[in-house]
């Protein structure tokens, strides 16, 4: 019972940064960057909302992984470990070539 709990304690916070990210980018009025550090000027993109919520259903997307992640917690740890990592390995791999697609066709 104790593994939970601290599974519980670490996986929420966690999935509740990367949708928070992903609702925090769609309702932005400003281009959603990808990079620590970049920006997107309004110059660069042609719709801004559209371009955002793909923008932000992309990070939540990458969220389900870890929200699928914390509720296998509570059945098997050791199907979660293979879940999570094989998810968010593939996943985090995934994330450069989708913002990329997504930025190639709302660019200016």
């Known amino acids: 019972m104790g593994r ?7 996986m929420i916070p966690v999935s509740c940064l ?18 620590s550090g970049t920006s997107v000027s309004p110059e660069e993109i042609t719709d801004i909302p559209a371009y955002n919520r793909a923008n932000g259903i992309m990070w939540i997307a990458f969220s389900a992984i870890l929200w699928i992640s914390t509720v296998l917690g509570i059945l098997d740890m050791k199907i979660t470990g293979i879940f999570l990592i094989a998810g968010t390995v ?12 997504i930025y190639d066709r709302y660019r200016v």
């Open 4 to 10: 939970i709990i601290v599974w519980m304690v670490i």
């Open 18 to 35: 990367f949708t928070g990210l992903g609702i925090y980018a769609i309702k932005r009025k400003e281009p959603m960057w990808f990079w």
């Open 90 to 101: 593939g996943g985090g791999l995934c994330l450069p070539f989708a913002y990329r697609k």
